[in-house]
């Protein structure tokens, strides 16, 4: 039997470390790497390398960033936008973060629009890594140093949450 904390603290190293690995890379939309990426794209790399998993399967909604918010992998949790007082010590590192953002699809911004436009991984202490379309690349934001960021946060999602652990194939 494999120790659930010890294995979860593994996949959540590699998780970071794959992260960073990507930092500087070019963004293109639409891409999901290896070599560019956009912002659910670079999400979708890490955890297809790591987990072996398809984040965009079983998720609904017209963007990506939509699918893998709202796919069955994991456990989310939702912040109340434009509330600067979030807890973001309830986000674990390698957590996925979403945003509230008008994304390219969106033609429209409704106020009630509840999904994100971007997304990102936690990096702990404040950070995130995410694909930025106006950096044209891969960079590192700080939800202290830039609150916009803390603004529009809207959900994490905890993809290893230790009730979801055992369904991947080679943690059994």
């Known amino acids: 039997m494999i120790n659930a904390n010890t294995k979860e603290m ?97 033609k429209i911004p409704k106020e009630n629009n509840k999904y994100p436009g971007h997304c990102g991984i936690y990096l702990g202490n404040n950070l995130f890594i995410h694909s930025s379309r106006i950096k044209d690349k891969v960079v590192i934001s700080n939800f202290i140093k830039n609150e916009y960021w803390k603004n529009i946060l809207v959900a994490s999602k905890n993809i290893l949450d230790e009730n979801y652990l055992y369904k991947f194939k080679y943690i059994k």
């Open 10 to 106: 593994e996949l959540r190293y590699k998780i970071i470390k794959l992260a960073l690995l990507q930092h500087h890379k070019k963004y293109l939309h639409g891409s999901n790497g290896p070599d560019t990426f956009d912002c659910a794209g670079l999400v979708w790399f890490i955890y297809h390398e790591i987990l072996y998993i398809n984040l965009y399967k079983n998720g609904y909604g017209k963007s990506t960033t939509t699918k893998i918010m709202t796919n069955n992998y994991g456990k989310l949790t939702l912040f109340k936008e434009n509330d600067l007082n979030k807890d973001l010590n309830l986000i674990n590192y390698g957590d996925i973060v979403f945003f509230h953002r008008q994304s390219l699809e969106d």
